[in-house]
């Protein structure tokens, strides 16, 4: 399978834990997406990629989000101090240049603190 | 600023009836807009795009949208409902470099 892949799939975690997880996007794909899905809303924005740059980062992104993409293939993010309010879908997506190509998602990581 | 408003949160439908599922957008920019469907446990996936062509886009299983430029719609629009097409719609507006989906629509199909 060449889709976009995300690891874990799901992670319960207790609150002010440490959580990381990664995705592997489409390989020829230069842009990397990261978006966060609570119940009942729309994919939010975090950050993106392009190649190993990050190059937009969203205020919901707090100090405590960090996200890499070191050799410009997988990427991780990392959450730091886990609270409550992060429990959501986590979402990765990647694309062939700007933003009006079309964004391949993977089946999300989903995140339960409690 | 760009936003994205989808104008319902559900929509239910009987099978083999139109469907209509309604999206305004504000962007400073000429936008790229989308419609992207979520299956249950399954990932986003795109049914069509605009991107400044044609104003009546087609796209995957039957569904288009038309842009209007004058009424800031995209709605999207599929002439026979399949209990197959039960899902989450959003829809999608994206400028330079921002993107935004909206809430979602969840689409419902009656037998």
């Known amino acids: 399978d060449t889709g976009v892949s995300q690891d874990p799939r799901h992670k319960i975690t207790k609150r002010g834990q440490n959580v990381t997880f990664r995705c592997d996007p489409i390989s020829e794909h230069n842009r990397l997406y990261w978006y966060r899905q609570t119940l009942g809303q729309g994919p939010e924005f975090l950050t993106y990629?392009?190649?190993?740059?990050?190059?937009?980062k969203s205020r919901l992104l707090s100090d405590r989000f960090s996200a890499e993409r070191p050799k410009g293939s997988f990427s991780t993010l990392e959450i730091q101090r886990t609270e409550q309010g992060d429990s959501a879908m986590y979402l990765c997506?990647?694309?062939?240049?700007?933003?009006?190509?079309?964004?391949?998602f993977g089946p999300g990581t989903r995140l339960t603190v409690l | 600023a760009q936003s994205v408003t989808q104008l319902d949160s559900h929509v239910s439908v009987s099978e083999g009836t139109p469907v209509l599922l309604r999206c305004n957008y504000s962007s400073s920019y000429s936008p790229s807009l989308f419609w992207y469907v979520q299956h249950p446990n399954k990932g986003l996936q795109l049914l069509l795009k605009y991107t400044s062509a044609a104003t009546l886009v087609k796209g995957i299983n039957g569904f288009e949208a038309e842009f209007k430029k004058s009424e800031t719609s995209f709605h999207l629009t599929k002439p026979s409902a399949h209990m197959s097409d039960a899902a989450e719609y959003f829809c999608?507006?994206?400028?330079?470099?921002?993107?935004?989906f909206g809430k979602g629509t969840r689409l419902h199909i009656l037998p």
């Open positions: 997506a990647s694309s062939l240049g700007l933003f009006y190509n079309e964004q391949f």
């Open positions: 999608v507006v994206s400028d330079m470099d921002k993107i935004i």
């Open positions: 990629f392009q190649n190993e740059a990050q190059l937009e």
